[in-house]
């Protein structure tokens, strides 16, 4: 028996699942409503029997208690396999464990020393007196917030760190590689990556310490913000600080708060307000997104206000907006039919912060205001309309042409009517322009001339979520070259996931891992090592290759399951545009007359529907109204 199955032995998948959604009894199965996207009637079955879930809604997901896990918590396989293994009291035994613990074990724990000498260097030498002072009198953080953050100092020293942690029994390779040493560029040695700086220690979400954000404290050293290099354990990109603390409140709240800077999130902590975390840099990234989503759909931007902030803002509005999970609405036409379209299934909403005034410094303030404007938080058009207006000088025309070209898109993605026309009649003040002008530039194009806007609002695009599968399949091809060969009928297109779809690409095209990673685009080679160096399972050669077949053959049934929902969608909006017709024709009312009773197939109403659109007059006109086969 594999460890795998061991788990699942153990635990009971509607206890795991039920830990996380409300399930209720439904013969031999249990339903809730899906915790994967908005709905109101559950769709979300788990069947004891087959320890299985399925969404039978517009997820159309499904999976083992691993599946479940991955997705809800954002994890890797290897992250789950940990969790669920702890659960069920299942030891994991590993070629390692032999030799003693793993690299990535041996890099958190030089990182947990670390913390522990920088924290009490910041609290115990005189070098760390005055980077203590300023903590505490000019950031006005407790002695308590300093201690549950394990805050700290680095000595101005090439070397202080290096000797502590070589004292300890780790080897200057395993440092460099964790990031704390640099190596020399004559290649002579190596040296503390960090000196004379306020460490900020960092976590990831299951609290391991990963890596250190570092402050100048003086004028002249740079750069002012120095962060660990990404090593096998930690990536600036997939972290948000202090995720570990943040989690539960999060939950329990139902919002998660996305301020710049350390000291920002810490001060929010240190006078209760949990929900708050902080991307390392000054733009919110689609990994940073996929931990959240997990935790909440609720999302505010309280980003620095000033020019950078600002960018900031508008670049995490639009990575949040395209991670996030999307859903699928009826929206009606001019013609009053209806058309389905993907709108996003979460929330997102900015506070606008007083000028020149960061968050650390109105929670210290008042952090009663600091409430109110997280609950005041504007929603992401309105912010949209502000910020575009504060760039543009509007007493200028190409101004106002460039603020109404700028808006009009948001606007357009506005589904409610009510909305829409608010908006649509705000930028025509804005713009000093006539509304029916602009309610002109929204109209769809004329019949086979779909203007791009529309055609992306109606064709489904990749699936904008963390895909588990896809991910577990491609660590599996990249790192076992002998099993790509069972992929070979496997088609890009299975895969929902664009970074997902060019990996899988660039390895049907080179025979090496080299040769994929050169014709791989650069944007992706972060991607590409996530991948490469993802920690598997211990498994025999069988066990990897019935992993492989299995999940070919699921992103295969999804596919298929994909195409069929679409071509149920065409099908429905074919019959409706018909039906709707005042005067259809005896050829179509005879075709619709039968098609509904089931004598016509729907290969015939879709060619009904295409010489309808061709307009009198066409060639097909004076054809008989027979389907070609």
């Not at 020019?307 to 009606?332: C, F, M, Q, Y």
Request: proline share 6%; glycine share 8%; charged share 25%.
């Amino acid at each position: 028996m594999s460890v795998i199955d061991e788990i699942k032995g153990k635990l009971d998948i509607v206890e795991v699942v039920g830990a996380y959604v409300p399930l209720k009894k439904a013969g031999r199965s249990f339903k809730a409503p899906c915790p994967f996207h908005s709905e109101r009637t559950p769709s979300f079955v788990v069947d004891p029997a087959r320890q299985s879930w399925h969404c039978f809604g517009a997820c159309s997901e499904g999976g083992d208690i691993f599946a479940f896990v991955m997705k809800k918590e954002g994890l890797e396989f290897g992250e789950a396999l940990r969790l669920l293994a702890q659960r069920a009291g299942v030891e994991l035994v590993t070629q390692q464990v032999a030799e003693g613990p793993d690299e990535r074990d041996r890099l958190r724990q030089a990182h947990e020393a670390a913390a522990l000498y920088y924290h009490n260097l910041l609290l115990n030498s005189a070098a760390g007196l005055e980077a203590s002072r300023y903590l505490l009198e000019q950031r006005r953080l407790t002695a308590k917030s300093i201690e549950d953050f394990q805050l700290g100092f680095s000595l101005d020293s090439w070397s202080a760190l290096k000797a502590h942690l070589l004292e300890r029994g780790y080897s200057e390779a395993e440092l460099v590689l964790a990031g704390l040493l640099r190596r020399r560029d004559d290649g002579s040695g190596s040296y503390d990556a960090f000196r004379g700086r306020i460490m900020f220690p960092i976590w990831d979400q299951r609290g391991h310490a990963v890596g250190f954000g570092s402050r100048a404290l003086t004028a002249e050293q740079t750069p002012k913000y120095l962060n660990s290099p990404q090593t096998p354990i930690f990536d600036k990109s997939g972290t948000l600080y202090p995720i570990h603390r943040a989690r539960q409140a999060i939950r329990r709240e139902d919002k998660a708060v996305i301020v710049e800077g350390y000291l920002d999130a810490i001060m929010a902590h240190q006078h209760g307000l949990e929900n708050v975390v902080a991307a390392l840099g000054t733009a919110l990234t689609e990994q940073q997104v996929a931990l959240l989503k997990g935790l909440t759909k609720r999302l505010v931007f309280a980003l620095d206000p000033d020019a950078a902030g600002d960018a900031a803002t508008l670049r995490g509005i639009g990575v949040a907006s395209e991670a996030l999970d999307h859903k699928t609405v009826p929206v009606p036409t001019p013609r009053g039919l209806i058309r389905y379209e993907r709108v996003l299934d979460a929330e997102i909403q900015v506070a606008a912060l007083p000028p020149g005034k960061d968050p650390d410094e109105i929670i210290a303030g008042d952090p009663g205001a600091w409430r109110r404007l997280v609950e005041g938080a504007q929603p992401v058009t309105d912010y949209l309309f502000q910020a575009a207006a504060a760039r543009h000088n509007l007493g200028e025309v190409e101004e106002r042409a460039a603020l109404v070209k700028e808006l009009l898109p948001a606007v357009a993605e506005l589904k409610d009517p009510v909305r829409r026309a608010h908006y649509l009649q705000r930028l025509a003040k804005l713009g000093q322009v006539q509304e029916e002008a602009l309610q002109a530039e929204l109209r769809p194009a004329p019949r086979g001339r779909s203007s791009s806007r529309e055609g992306a609002a109606q064709t489904p695009g990749p699936a904008q979520t963390r895909e588990p599968l896809e991910e577990h399949l491609l660590v599996l091809l990249i790192q076992y070259a002998e099993l790509r060969a069972l992929a070979g009928d496997l088609a890009p297109s299975a895969f929902e996931r664009w970074e997902n779809r060019a990996c899988f690409e660039a390895l049907r095209q080179g025979p090496s891992l080299d040769a994929a990673l050169r014709v791989l685009p650069p944007a992706l080679e972060t991607h590409w090592e996530h991948l490469k160096q993802a920690t598997l399972p211990p498994m025999g050669v069988e066990a990897r290759e019935r992993a492989v077949g299995d999940g070919v053959r699921r992103l295969k049934e999804r596919a298929l399951r994909r195409r069929w929902a679409q071509s149920g969608q065409i099908l429905a909006d074919a019959y409706t545009e018909l039906r709707a017709d005042p005067a259809p024709g005896e050829a179509v009312a005879e075709h619709l007359r039968l098609f509904e009773e089931g004598a016509a197939s729907a290969n015939e109403l879709g060619w009904l529907l295409h010489q309808q659109r061709r307009g009198p007059g066409s060639e097909g006109e004076q054809r008989d109204a027979t389907p070609r086969e």
